[in-house]
């Protein structure tokens, strides 16, 4: 019934994902969390613990509240009603900071818990919403299409978010709007855009899930991790490499922070100072989510979700080493534009692997995981994504110790680690279409 919906359906619902995920991306690429707001956090606070802290509340508040979420939409034929009750809370909680940072609120510890608690709050909404968004994404669109969908979605995404970085570079370097109220103007933006994403999800048109799909507590589904890790090898190898794609965090929040250190440095009168570089590597950023989303999905689509997890832990392990060595280009006294250059393959192959890797993982799962059982797989999934908690404060508590040199090949050091487990991944689609025969060895 659900697929023959999802052919029915298909063009208006196609539309309406590509609308949704472009106006999020769109809405979150003012508040990013690897560009916007370490640099606004730490021109507040002076602390580089609290700008990694940025990246440490977007995945804890994405992951964890996804097993409660699980064990709530279990059960039931529609999400979308859970999913909109989700979402509208976290999402208006960013209007306090906007006006905080708007005005210029004088007593700056309030406006970076403002900054952090918001966040938090958004990031919190965002995971209860994950499950039931990504069942309808299932239930919506079939199976061999949705790697063209989220290469659309993120293709269209990623041209509003280089507008975004256009938009930030000019707001910040207004001086109409000195520090920090631009940055109030960029929240003030991104509420805006995410109401548009909400909007679209409310007209999505659903079908039931099947009435068998089994209904799950939370409880149940924590003490069932074990058992799905053992008696599914192939999920247990993704919950892995997930894991070990979360070590790309670690350095993730600093690779701003290192590159505008060195634009203060040779460009210290320049309008904007403090948040120097925010928008134009932002926008390169996500060039690359635009570049990489469309030849990564096209590699999902022809040549497998295995394939595609394999090229990604290639990449994962080349970011960190590009940033080494840009670090040491513009430490040879260089120009800024030489600066410039030298950072901009960092930031555009992360932005590539920003979206790709969820992409990768998510499509992987969805053909693995039963789909009467899908909830709980994709709960359970994200919820043991616990590295990309952690991580990024461990990253801010060592950095004043050991550099950012340091933090980064500790990063590449781990992440090729994924390059062994994507060898012992087999690909669903060859299970599926070749029942009992071993997929062809490497």
Same mark, same amino acid.
Request: aromatic fraction near 12%; charge should be positive; proline fraction near 7%.
């Given at each position: 019934?659900?697929?023959?919906?999802?052919?029915?359906?298909?063009?208006?619902?196609?539309?309406?994902?590509?609308?949704?995920?472009?106006?999020?991306?769109?809405?979150?690429?003012?508040?990013?969390?690897?560009?916007?707001?370490?640099?606004?956090?730490?021109?507040?606070?002076?602390?580089?613990?609290?700008?990694?802290?940025?990246?440490?509340?977007?995945?804890?508040?994405?992951?964890?509240?996804?097993?409660?979420?699980?064990?709530?939409?279990?059960?039931?034929?529609?999400?979308?009603?859970?999913?909109?009750?989700?979402?509208?809370?976290?999402?208006?909680?960013?209007?306090?900071?906007?006006?905080?940072?708007?005005?210029?609120?004088?007593?700056?510890?309030?406006?970076?818990?403002?900054?952090?608690?918001?966040?938090?709050?958004?990031?919190?909404?965002?995971?209860?919403?994950?499950?039931?968004?990504?069942?309808?994404?299932?239930?919506?669109?079939?199976?061999?299409?949705?790697?063209?969908?989220?290469?659309?979605?993120?293709?269209?995404?990623?041209?509003?978010?280089?507008?975004?970085?256009?938009?930030?570079?000019?707001?910040?370097?207004?001086?109409?709007?000195?520090?920090?109220?631009?940055?109030?103007?960029?929240?003030?933006?991104?509420?805006?855009?995410?109401?548009?994403?909400?909007?679209?999800?409310?007209?999505?048109?659903?079908?039931?899930s099947p009435e068998h799909e089994e209904r799950y507590s939370t409880w149940a589904l924590v003490k069932d991790i074990p058992n799905l890790l053992r008696t599914m090898p192939q999920f247990r190898l993704l919950v892995?490499?997930? #894991?070990?794609?979360?070590?790309?965090? =670690? /350095? !993730?929040?600093?690779?701003? $922070?290192?590159?505008?250190?060195? +634009? *203060?440095? &040779?460009?210290?009168?320049?309008?904007?100072?403090?948040?120097?570089?925010?928008?134009?590597?932002?926008?390169?950023?996500?060039?690359?989510?635009?570049?990489?989303?469309?030849?990564?999905?096209?590699?999902?689509?022809?040549?497998?979700?295995?394939?595609?997890?394999?090229?990604?832990?290639?990449?994962?392990?080349?970011?960190?080493?590009?940033?080494?060595?840009?670090?040491?280009?513009?430490?040879?006294?260089?120009?800024?534009?030489?600066?410039?250059?030298?950072?901009?393959?960092?930031?555009?192959?992360?932005?590539?692997?920003?979206?790709?890797?969820?992409?990768?993982?998510?499509?992987?799962?969805?053909?693995?995981?039963?789909?009467?059982?899908?909830?709980?797989?994709? #709960?359970?999934?994200?919820?043991?994504? =616990? /590295? !990309?908690?952690?991580?990024? $404060?461990?990253?801010?508590?060592? +950095? *004043?110790? &050991?550099?950012?040199?340091?933090?980064?090949?500790?990063?590449?050091?781990?992440?090729?680690?994924?390059?062994?487990?994507?060898?012992?991944?087999?690909?669903?689609?060859?299970?599926?279409?070749?029942?009992?025969?071993?997929?062809?060895?490497?």
């Open positions: 019934m659900a697929a023959d919906h999802a052919q029915q359906h298909y063009r208006w619902n196609f539309g309406l994902w590509v609308l949704e995920t472009a106006a999020w991306m769109f809405a979150t690429a003012f508040i990013d969390s690897t560009t916007v707001l370490p640099v606004l956090v730490l021109t507040l606070s002076g602390s580089p613990l609290l700008a990694s802290i940025i990246l440490s509340i977007r995945y804890a508040g994405q992951g964890w509240p996804q097993l409660i979420a699980a064990s709530l939409v279990s059960g039931r034929r529609y999400k979308k009603s859970f999913y909109l009750l989700a979402v509208i809370p976290g999402r208006l909680a960013l209007l306090v900071p906007a006006v905080l940072l708007f005005t210029g609120y004088a007593d700056r510890t309030v406006v970076v818990a403002s900054v952090l608690l918001a966040y938090l709050a958004f990031w919190i909404s965002e995971g209860f919403s994950i499950v039931p968004w990504t069942d309808m994404v299932g239930k919506t669109i079939p199976a061999m299409r949705r790697g063209r969908l989220f290469a659309v979605m993120h293709v269209a995404g990623g041209i509003l978010g280089i507008m975004a970085g256009a938009g930030i570079r000019t707001i910040l370097r207004d001086p109409q709007w000195p520090f920090p109220s631009g940055y109030g103007v960029l929240f003030g933006l991104a509420l805006v855009a995410v109401s548009v994403s909400t909007l679209a999800m409310a007209l999505l048109r659903e079908p039931p892995l490499l997930q #894991a070990l794609f979360g070590f790309s965090v =670690l /350095p !993730a929040p600093f690779y701003i $922070l290192y590159v505008t250190g060195f +634009l *203060r440095e &040779i460009l210290p009168g320049a309008p904007g100072v403090e948040s120097q570089g925010v928008g134009i590597f932002l926008a390169v950023q996500t060039s690359g989510m635009i570049v990489g989303n469309a030849f990564l999905g096209h590699i999902g689509d022809r040549y497998g979700n295995r394939s595609l997890l394999r090229l990604l832990a290639v990449l994962h392990v080349i970011v960190p080493i590009t940033a080494i060595i840009a670090g040491l280009v513009a430490g040879a006294g260089v120009p800024g534009w030489a600066v410039y250059a030298a950072f901009m393959p960092t930031f555009f192959i992360f932005g590539g692997l920003l979206s790709a890797t969820w992409m990768g993982v998510t499509n992987f799962l969805l053909e693995l995981a039963p789909e009467h059982d899908r909830p709980a797989f994709i #709960a359970v999934t994200n919820a043991l994504n =616990l /590295p !990309a908690i952690v991580l990024p $404060l461990l990253g801010g508590l060592l +950095l *004043r110790t &050991i550099g950012y040199t340091f933090i980064f090949l500790i990063a590449a050091l781990v992440l090729s680690y994924t390059l062994l487990i994507t060898r012992w991944l087999h690909d669903p689609r060859w299970e599926h279409d070749h029942p009992g025969v071993p997929p062809p060895s490497d």
